[in-house]
């Protein structure tokens, strides 16, 4: 907002430049409609309008309520585009990392799990230490030896099930 305030063309106290920028920026921030909770911050804080000379009493209650139902819906649309996968005891695992780097391994492991939790976390043997990790950040970890590529390096498997 400050960025787009045009210098040239508003007047600026000489004492304190910023005074005008800064009241106006504050005003158009308070003033503006919050989406989930449809009040502005200045309704909520001040309990007046900062447009309208009029009081405001926030309904505290109905703002929670669809703040929650927000979460919810928006928990059930992730929730309905994520595979589910059933972990246990033995199976290997590889740890998301969650760098930020691209030229980096997204991934760490692959790791054996120790216990499953029944609040979506299971426990990891990494290295010495056995810590607890969200199943949100593991992904299967699947051997390559599992997997048929086809393609050259399986020619003589394919050509002795032939003959």
Not at 96 to 108: F, L, M
Not at 117 to 135: E, H, K, P, R
Request: overall charge positive.
């Amino acid at each position: 907002m400050i960025r787009t305030f045009e210098l040239e063309s508003n007047y600026l106290d000489e004492d304190d430049l910023w005074k005008g920028i800064l009241s106006a920026t504050a005003f158009a921030i308070r003033s503006t409609l919050h989406t989930t909770m449809r009040k502005t911050p200045g309704q909520l804080v001040f309990g007046r309008d900062m447009i309208l000379n009029i009081q405001h009493e926030a309904n505290w209650e109905y703002i929670k309520q669809r703040k929650q139902n927000l979460i919810d819906k928006n928990n059930q649309r992730e929730n309905a585009i994520r595979t589910p996968h059933v972990y246990n005891v033995g199976d290997k695992v590889l740890l998301h990392k969650g760098t930020q780097n691209k030229y980096e391994t997204p991934y760490a492991g692959p790791y054996k799990i120790i216990r499953v939790n029944d609040n979506g976390t299971v426990q990891l043997q990494v290295n010495a230490v056995s810590d607890t990790y969200n199943i949100r950040r593991l992904t299967p970890y699947i051997e390559l030896s599992d997997i048929d590529h086809g393609g050259e390096c399986n020619m003589r498997l394919a050509k002795a099930k032939r003959s």
